[in-house]
T-cell receptor, first 115, second 113 residues
Framework: QQQVKQSPQSLIVQKGGISIINCAYE??????FPWYQQFPGKGPALLIA?????SEKKEGRFTISFNKSAKQFSLHIMDSQPGDSATYFC??????????????FGQGTTLQVKP | ETGVTQSPTHLIKTRGQQVTLRCSSQ?????VSWYQQALGQGPQFIFQ???????GRGNFPPRFSGLQFPNYSSELNVNALELDDSALYLC????????????FGAGSRLTVL
Protein backbone atom coordinates (compact mmCIF):
# COMPACT_ATOMS: atom_id res chain seq x y z
CA GLN A 1 0.00 0.00 0.00
CA GLN A 2 3.01 2.21 0.33
CA GLN A 3 4.06 1.84 -3.30
CA VAL A 4 4.04 4.41 -6.03
CA LYS A 5 4.15 2.86 -9.49
CA GLN A 6 5.64 4.90 -12.32
CA SER A 7 5.61 4.38 -16.07
CA PRO A 8 7.15 4.29 -18.57
CA GLN A 9 10.64 3.29 -17.46
CA SER A 10 12.15 5.20 -20.37
CA LEU A 11 10.86 7.70 -22.90
CA ILE A 12 12.26 9.19 -26.08
CA VAL A 13 10.65 12.35 -27.44
CA GLN A 14 11.51 14.68 -30.28
CA LYS A 15 12.34 18.28 -29.51
CA GLY A 16 9.14 20.28 -29.30
CA GLY A 17 7.03 17.25 -28.46
CA ILE A 18 5.04 16.45 -25.32
CA SER A 19 6.51 14.12 -22.70
CA ILE A 20 4.02 12.32 -20.47
CA ILE A 21 4.93 10.31 -17.39
CA ASN A 22 2.34 8.52 -15.27
CA CYS A 23 2.17 7.45 -11.65
CA ALA A 24 -0.35 5.49 -9.59
CA TYR A 25 -0.65 5.09 -5.85
CA GLU A 26 -2.66 2.99 -3.41
CA UNK A 27 -2.49 4.79 -0.08
CA UNK A 28 -5.43 7.21 0.14
CA UNK A 29 -3.69 8.98 3.04
CA UNK A 30 -1.18 10.47 0.63
CA UNK A 31 -1.80 14.20 0.33
CA UNK A 32 1.30 15.61 -1.33
CA PHE A 33 2.54 14.58 -4.76
CA PRO A 34 5.83 16.08 -6.00
CA TRP A 35 7.83 15.44 -9.11
CA TYR A 36 11.61 15.47 -8.92
CA GLN A 37 14.13 15.86 -11.73
CA GLN A 38 17.55 14.26 -11.45
CA PHE A 39 20.53 14.83 -13.72
CA PRO A 40 23.50 12.41 -13.72
CA GLY A 41 25.77 13.03 -10.74
CA LYS A 42 23.23 15.28 -9.03
CA GLY A 43 20.62 14.85 -6.35
CA PRO A 44 16.91 15.04 -7.17
CA ALA A 45 15.54 18.58 -7.45
CA LEU A 46 11.90 19.50 -6.89
CA LEU A 47 10.23 20.34 -10.18
CA ILE A 48 6.56 20.80 -9.32
CA ALA A 49 4.12 19.48 -6.73
CA UNK A 50 0.38 19.17 -6.21
CA UNK A 51 -2.07 18.52 -3.40
CA UNK A 52 -5.25 16.50 -3.99
CA UNK A 53 -7.61 19.45 -3.64
CA UNK A 54 -6.84 20.53 -7.22
CA SER A 55 -6.91 18.53 -10.45
CA GLU A 56 -4.18 20.38 -12.31
CA LYS A 57 -1.19 22.58 -11.64
CA LYS A 58 0.90 24.31 -14.26
CA GLU A 59 4.32 25.93 -13.95
CA GLY A 60 5.78 27.05 -17.23
CA ARG A 61 6.10 24.05 -19.55
CA PHE A 62 5.41 21.58 -16.73
CA THR A 63 1.89 20.47 -15.75
CA ILE A 64 0.70 17.95 -13.18
CA SER A 65 -2.68 16.35 -13.79
CA PHE A 66 -4.23 14.68 -10.77
CA ASN A 67 -7.12 12.18 -10.72
CA LYS A 68 -8.08 11.50 -7.11
CA SER A 69 -10.75 8.89 -7.86
CA ALA A 70 -8.37 6.87 -10.02
CA LYS A 71 -5.44 7.48 -7.64
CA GLN A 72 -3.27 8.55 -10.54
CA PHE A 73 -1.23 11.60 -11.40
CA SER A 74 0.90 12.51 -14.35
CA LEU A 75 3.57 14.95 -15.47
CA HIS A 76 3.28 16.63 -18.84
CA ILE A 77 6.27 18.44 -20.30
CA MET A 78 5.20 20.66 -23.17
CA ASP A 79 7.60 21.75 -25.93
CA SER A 80 10.21 19.28 -24.63
CA GLN A 81 13.81 20.45 -25.00
CA PRO A 82 17.13 18.53 -25.05
CA GLY A 83 17.94 20.17 -21.70
CA ASP A 84 14.95 18.33 -20.23
CA SER A 85 16.77 15.02 -20.74
CA ALA A 86 17.02 13.62 -17.22
CA THR A 87 15.45 11.06 -14.89
CA TYR A 88 12.08 12.03 -13.46
CA PHE A 89 10.64 10.65 -10.24
CA CYS A 90 7.13 10.97 -8.94
CA UNK A 91 6.67 10.73 -5.19
CA UNK A 92 4.01 10.86 -2.52
CA UNK A 93 3.79 11.54 1.18
CA UNK A 94 1.26 11.98 3.93
CA UNK A 95 1.15 14.69 6.58
CA UNK A 96 -0.40 12.08 8.85
CA UNK A 97 2.98 10.39 9.09
CA UNK A 98 3.84 13.19 11.47
CA UNK A 99 6.82 15.39 10.81
CA UNK A 100 8.60 12.75 8.81
CA UNK A 101 10.14 13.83 5.53
CA UNK A 102 9.27 10.41 4.20
CA UNK A 103 8.66 10.54 0.50
CA UNK A 104 7.69 7.35 -1.32
CA PHE A 105 9.32 7.51 -4.74
CA GLY A 106 8.40 5.84 -7.99
CA GLN A 107 11.00 3.84 -9.93
CA GLY A 108 11.89 6.72 -12.21
CA THR A 109 11.56 7.53 -15.91
CA THR A 110 14.60 8.29 -18.02
CA LEU A 111 13.64 10.92 -20.58
CA GLN A 112 15.69 11.57 -23.68
CA VAL A 113 14.72 14.52 -25.87
CA LYS A 114 16.21 14.26 -29.34
CA PRO A 115 17.22 17.47 -31.13
CA GLU B 1 21.73 30.03 0.81
CA THR B 2 24.35 27.30 0.51
CA GLY B 3 22.18 24.26 -0.28
CA VAL B 4 22.82 20.74 1.00
CA THR B 5 26.41 19.50 0.81
CA GLN B 6 27.54 15.91 1.26
CA SER B 7 30.90 14.23 1.73
CA PRO B 8 32.62 12.22 0.51
CA THR B 9 31.30 12.17 -3.05
CA HIS B 10 32.65 8.70 -3.76
CA LEU B 11 34.09 5.94 -1.63
CA ILE B 12 34.92 2.25 -1.85
CA LYS B 13 34.69 -0.13 1.09
CA THR B 14 34.94 -3.88 1.53
CA ARG B 15 32.27 -6.14 2.94
CA GLY B 16 32.13 -6.08 6.75
CA GLN B 17 33.64 -2.61 7.08
CA GLN B 18 31.93 0.45 8.52
CA VAL B 19 31.29 3.78 6.79
CA THR B 20 30.32 7.30 7.88
CA LEU B 21 28.73 9.75 5.45
CA ARG B 22 28.32 13.41 6.25
CA CYS B 23 25.77 16.07 5.37
CA SER B 24 25.52 19.79 5.91
CA SER B 25 21.92 20.99 5.77
CA GLN B 26 20.66 24.01 3.92
CA UNK B 27 20.70 27.18 5.99
CA UNK B 28 17.54 27.49 8.10
CA UNK B 29 16.65 23.82 7.76
CA UNK B 30 16.63 21.84 11.01
CA UNK B 31 15.20 18.55 9.77
CA VAL B 32 17.29 16.10 7.80
CA SER B 33 16.38 12.86 6.04
CA TRP B 34 18.59 10.20 4.51
CA TYR B 35 17.71 8.16 1.44
CA GLN B 36 19.34 5.21 -0.32
CA GLN B 37 19.18 5.16 -4.12
CA ALA B 38 20.23 1.90 -5.74
CA LEU B 39 21.29 2.04 -9.38
CA GLY B 40 18.27 2.53 -11.64
CA GLN B 41 15.85 2.85 -8.72
CA GLY B 42 14.03 5.62 -6.91
CA PRO B 43 15.35 6.84 -3.55
CA GLN B 44 14.23 4.88 -0.48
CA PHE B 45 13.71 6.58 2.89
CA ILE B 46 16.16 5.45 5.58
CA PHE B 47 15.35 7.80 8.48
CA GLN B 48 14.83 11.38 9.54
CA UNK B 49 16.30 13.49 12.35
CA UNK B 50 14.74 16.50 14.04
CA UNK B 51 16.24 18.26 17.04
CA UNK B 52 18.99 15.65 17.17
CA UNK B 53 16.55 12.77 17.56
CA UNK B 54 15.38 10.17 15.07
CA UNK B 55 11.67 10.72 14.42
CA GLY B 56 10.93 8.42 11.52
CA ARG B 57 12.53 5.32 10.03
CA GLY B 58 12.06 3.29 6.87
CA ASN B 59 12.56 -0.42 6.37
CA PHE B 60 16.30 -0.51 7.11
CA PRO B 61 18.09 -2.66 9.71
CA PRO B 62 19.66 -1.21 12.88
CA ARG B 63 23.14 -1.30 11.36
CA PHE B 64 22.03 1.88 9.61
CA SER B 65 22.24 4.63 12.21
CA GLY B 66 22.54 8.37 12.25
CA LEU B 67 23.33 11.48 14.18
CA GLN B 68 22.26 15.09 13.95
CA PHE B 69 24.36 17.80 15.55
CA PRO B 70 23.32 21.14 17.12
CA ASN B 71 24.38 22.95 13.95
CA TYR B 72 21.95 20.67 12.04
CA SER B 73 24.71 18.81 10.22
CA SER B 74 24.19 15.07 10.11
CA GLU B 75 25.92 11.72 9.73
CA LEU B 76 24.80 8.38 8.36
CA ASN B 77 26.69 5.38 9.72
CA VAL B 78 26.47 1.91 8.24
CA ASN B 79 28.07 -1.02 10.06
CA ALA B 80 28.92 -4.50 8.75
CA LEU B 81 28.68 -3.41 5.13
CA GLU B 82 27.07 -5.80 2.67
CA LEU B 83 27.40 -5.87 -1.11
CA ASP B 84 23.77 -4.70 -1.45
CA ASP B 85 24.64 -1.52 0.44
CA SER B 86 26.31 -0.26 -2.72
CA ALA B 87 24.21 2.78 -3.68
CA LEU B 88 23.98 6.55 -3.82
CA TYR B 89 23.19 7.91 -0.36
CA LEU B 90 21.23 11.13 -0.44
CA CYS B 91 20.77 13.63 2.33
CA UNK B 92 17.77 15.96 2.22
CA UNK B 93 16.89 18.84 4.49
CA UNK B 94 13.73 20.83 5.10
CA UNK B 95 12.35 23.48 7.40
CA UNK B 96 10.63 22.29 10.56
CA UNK B 97 7.29 23.85 9.69
CA UNK B 98 6.00 20.53 8.47
CA UNK B 99 6.32 21.48 4.84
CA UNK B 100 7.14 18.52 2.64
CA UNK B 101 9.59 20.36 0.42
CA UNK B 102 12.91 18.53 0.57
CA UNK B 103 16.19 19.91 -0.72
CA PHE B 104 18.56 17.10 -1.70
CA GLY B 105 22.32 17.03 -1.80
CA ALA B 106 24.25 15.49 -4.68
CA GLY B 107 24.84 12.31 -2.70
CA SER B 108 27.67 10.03 -1.67
CA ARG B 109 28.32 7.09 -4.00
CA LEU B 110 29.26 4.02 -1.93
CA THR B 111 30.70 0.91 -3.55
CA VAL B 112 31.07 -2.21 -1.41
CA LEU B 113 33.43 -4.87 -2.77
Amino acid sequence: QQQVKQSPQSLIVQKGGISIINCAYENTAFDYFPWYQQFPGKGPALLIAIRPDVSEKKEGRFTISFNKSAKQFSLHIMDSQPGDSATYFCAASSRFSGNTGKLIFGQGTTLQVKP
Amino acid sequence: ETGVTQSPTHLIKTRGQQVTLRCSSQSGHNTVSWYQQALGQGPQFIFQYYREEENGRGNFPPRFSGLQFPNYSSELNVNALELDDSALYLCASRASSGANVLTFGAGSRLTVL
